[in-house]
């Protein structure tokens, strides 16, 4: 079990907070990729946007318990 979040009496997914959470810093990340033209040299921006949002959770997923301490 993975666990979940209590907000307001809702109970939430952890992964969910741990998506939403990569999914704000990849938009960050494809903001600053696009203004120095990174995208010119993918083929399939998409694809590119996709492994970046994966990669970013799993980042995410495996630092998030070091910083909370559980």
């Not at 109970?11 to 203004?35: H, K």
């Not at 040299?41 to 946007?49: G, I, K, M, S, T």
């Amino acid at each position: 079990m993975i666990g979940e979040v209590d907000i307001y009496g809702v109970f939430v997914p952890i992964l969910l907070v741990w998506a939403l959470i990569a999914l704000a810093l990849t938009a960050g990340l494809r903001r600053v990729l696009a203004r120095v033209g990174f995208y010119r040299l993918v083929w399939h921006r998409p694809l590119v946007d996709l492994s970046l949002l994966v990669i970013i959770m799993a980042v995410v997923a495996a630092a998030l318990p070091l910083w909370i301490g559980s």
